[in-house]
């Protein structure tokens, strides 16, 4: 706080009172602003702490005393005008008026500071966070990193310092503000104090001046009237009649004496009194109150004028850091302390070498180099030359089957390629490692002679170029031996319990896990049976030239018992189907990446109900394989809103939400985070600890529902309309949960599709 003493600043002020002070009074706190840069020196005295020696030099103090001396008689004449103003009984109420000025414009300028405060705190406070949030979102992924990135950062951090002398100036400018304030309060407080005193005196005098001056007017009137009738110039009028009667003359005459000694002394006292108290006023009463207003008058011009030039100051100041701040001097004394102008650390960004990095940095990612592909004619379509006699003969059976049969093995559909889905596919990030797979997919003998050497890589498939098969519901025939006529069971991922894979096409989406139709075959064999076959492709042992034909198994669907998929747990799917997505989320993702990401409103407008309870029984049941094959727009009745209709059903129907009961909570508390990198890690971290098939089917539902993002300029669904639609549906409703939970919902799964690439690996 400013120090306001009094006895320090009173020795150091050049100034000097204006007229004498009462010796009985005690000198108060007179501070005045220090002269100006080139303004003349009071020359009734040397300045103080001066010596008389310093200012010895005869010709110069000669000049400077002839031309100084015209000032002297100005200021000795408005003195004296001062004096006559102060002595007169006008000088108490003058004084007031110029206090109460003083007063005003104090609390003007405090007021000023306080606003200009307020505009200042603002200001380092919006720079402050704009600071931060830039330097949080410079570090994302999508945005330039290198030279430029440190070159921003390092601009940011300039732009944290202003920001912090903003803060430091608006400090000081609201302490400047209540020490102005204060002396403000001060001095009005002891002017209504003297305002009440001085006043008073100066009525009192006045009331006794005005009865003086009628006790004399009544006095002369008396004495008037008394010389006329004592000299006989009675003035003409009625006679003057007594309690007895009329009055003589003499008796008349000694009435007007005895009136006129009682005036006499009457007006005596009244001009004593008035003499007396004037004598008061003028030693006492009004010197004081004068002194003491001037007191005031100085203290308060004195502390506005101190706060004035600390304004001057302190702007200076913060011009001046901030100056330093964007470019600091070189100092070789301190070179190791010296920091980079904002020019300097603008002019480091190397646009070239950022770019070079940038490409260099994806040399690793390249893939292995692989043999150019040779065109090989399938055997299939040279059967002649190239089958046995038996294969003929299997061929020729298969075509004189009934057409009927043979459409209905998905005619026009893009061939199936089987294969098994690496281990690691559905790795999480940063918590799971990829491990190379070691699973072979079933191939011809033709592919089987120049097999493509294996990548290793935890996420690259390995696709089958042979064997094009045109039904929908084919299930890869278990592998014999030809030495010992065993099975030769393939191995199994996590994720894939089964030999089958996902279905794929070559305009389809990446395939997240195998399909339920193409489960593992029977490990019983069975004698043909009279009845059609639920797999009439060849087989292996069929399509090798020279290799004993044996009877082909027969393999009953998984689900022609009526396995049910609405309303079982994903865990226990899962553990029954081998799947880690659900057959039906996967061919409902494939369906609307297919067909309904230019639909206007997908997922937010209903489908046909009775399509969608069809589609739901068919699953349940799963009577015909092949119509489950959502590629193929007729088997959903060509309406893509029934299929987004049956994913959010089955999602509904789930007993335990696809978020968990168990996290909802911590989902919520993640979402109140009003920071966007906070919310976004806290759930991640909780997403990272979901269960293993929970968190495959919420990978690839959250990366489907990017895809319908990334066209939302077509379709209308935004992260936030998505959120709308699948914020209930993912996370459900806890117990004791209220309604203001359905925002948090909102905005949790709406945080999980915006930060899709940041929580999940696209591949």
Avoid at 245 to 264: F, N, V
Avoid at 368 to 382: A, D, F, I
Wanted: glycine fraction near 6%.
């Amino acid at each position: 706080m400013t120090d306001f003493s009094r006895a320090s600043i009173d020795n150091q002020s050049p100034l000097q009172p204006d007229y004498e002070q009462p010796a009985n009074m005690s000198p108060r706190y007179i501070p005045s602003p220090p002269p100006e840069a080139g303004a003349a020196a009071p020359t009734n005295g040397p300045r103080p702490g001066t010596s008389t020696g310093a200012m010895a030099g005869a010709g110069a103090a000669g000049a400077e005393a002839s031309l100084l001396a015209p000032a002297d008689g100005a200021k000795s004449e408005t003195s004296q005008r001062v004096q006559d103003v102060l002595g007169s009984d006008i000088g108490i109420i003058t004084l007031l008026n110029r206090l109460k000025q003083s007063i005003a414009s104090a609390k003007e300028f405090a007021l000023f500071l306080k606003k200009r405060s307020v505009l200042e705190e603002e200001h380092a406070r919006g720079l402050k966070k704009l600071c931060k949030s830039n330097q949080d979102s410079i570090h994302h992924s999508d945005h330039r990193q290198g030279t430029f990135a440190k070159s921003y950062e390092g601009m940011l951090t300039i732009h944290d310092r202003m920001a912090e002398n903003g803060t430091q100036f608006a400090l000081s400018l609201h302490q400047m503000h209540e020490d102005l304030l204060e002396v403000a309060a001060v001095a009005e407080k002891h002017r209504k104090g003297w305002k009440q005193n001085g006043l008073a005196a100066e009525q009192r005098l006045v009331d006794i001046e005005l009865a003086m001056r009628k006790s004399k007017v009544k006095y002369d009137g008396l004495a008037e009237e008394y010389d006329r009738v004592r000299t006989g110039e009675a003035r003409q009028g009625p006679r003057v009649f007594g309690i007895k009667g009329p009055k003589s003359a003499a008796q008349h005459e000694e009435e007007l004496l005895r009136k006129t000694q009682a005036a006499d002394t009457d007006y005596m006292g009244k001009v004593q009194a008035y003499q007396s108290e004037k004598a008061t006023m003028e030693s006492t009463t009004r010197p004081e109150a004068i002194k003491a207003l001037q007191d005031l008058i100085r203290e308060c011009d004195s502390g506005t004028t101190l706060q004035l030039q600390k304004f001057a100051s302190f702007n200076e100041k913060l011009l001046l850091s901030n100056g330093l701040v964007i470019s600091p001097l070189k100092s070789a004394t301190f070179a190791d302390q010296y920091s980079h102008s904002l020019k300097e650390v603008i002019h480091s960004i190397d646009n070239k070498k950022d770019l070079e990095d940038y490409i260099s940095s994806f040399h690793s990612k390249l893939s292995l180099n692989t043999p150019e592909p040779k065109y090989e004619r399938n055997p299939v379509l040279n059967p002649q030359h190239n089958m046995s006699s038996n294969q003929m003969a299997t061929i020729h059976q298969q075509a004189a089957r009934p057409q009927s049969q043979q459409q209905a093995q998905g005619q026009n559909l893009p061939p199936l390629q089987t294969q098994i889905p690496p281990t690691g596919s559905f790795g999480r990030t940063a918590t799971f490692d990829t491990a190379p797979s070691s699973a072979q997919g079933f191939m011809p003998p033709p592919m089987q002679a120049a097999q493509r050497p294996s990548s290793g890589l935890g996420h690259e498939r390995s696709y089958s170029h042979g064997a094009m098969l045109t039904q929908s519901n084919v299930q890869p025939q278990q592998t014999y031996n030809t030495r010992n006529s065993t099975h030769i069971l393939p191995q199994q991922s996590r994720f894939s319990g089964n030999v089958s894979s996902p279905l794929s096409s070559q305009s389809g989406p990446p395939q997240l896990g195998a399909l339920p139709f193409q489960t593992q075959p029977s490990r019983a064999e069975s004698p043909p049976q009279g009845g059609p076959s639920t797999f009439t492709g060849p087989s292996p042992q069929q399509e090798l030239p020279g290799r004993s034909a044996s009877p082909p198994n027969t393999y009953s669907s998984p689900s022609a018992g009526g396995k049910q998929v609405f309303g079982v747990s994903l865990a226990r799917l899962y553990e029954r189907d081998q799947f880690a997505v659900p057959m039906v989320v996967h061919q409902c993702i494939q369906a609307v990446d297919l067909y309904g990401l230019a639909v206007e409103g997908i997922y937010r407008l209903s489908g046909s109900a009775t399509h969608v309870n069809k589609l739901k029984n068919l699953f349940d049941t799963n009577q015909e394989s092949h119509i489950l094959d959502f590629r193929n727009p007729e088997n959903f009745f060509h309406d893509v809103n029934s299929v987004a209709g049956l994913l959010k059903q089955f999602l509904r129907d789930l007993p335990d939400p696809l978020l968990t009961s168990e996290n909802y909570t911590s989902f919520i508390d993640a979402a109140k985070h009003d920071d966007e990198t906070v919310r976004r890690d806290s759930m991640h971290a909780i997403i990272n600890g979901l269960p293993d098939p929970n968190y495959a089917t919420l990978r690839a539902l959250t990366l489907h529902l990017y895809r319908v993002m990334e066209n939302s300029t077509v379709n209308r669904m935004n992260s936030q309309n998505l959120a709308i639609v699948f914020g209930p549906t993912l996370m459900g409703t806890a117990p004791g949960s209220n309604i203001a939970d359905a925002a948090w919902q909102v905005r949790a799964v709406d945080t999980i599709l915006q930060n899709t690439y940041q929580i999940f690996d696209e591949d």
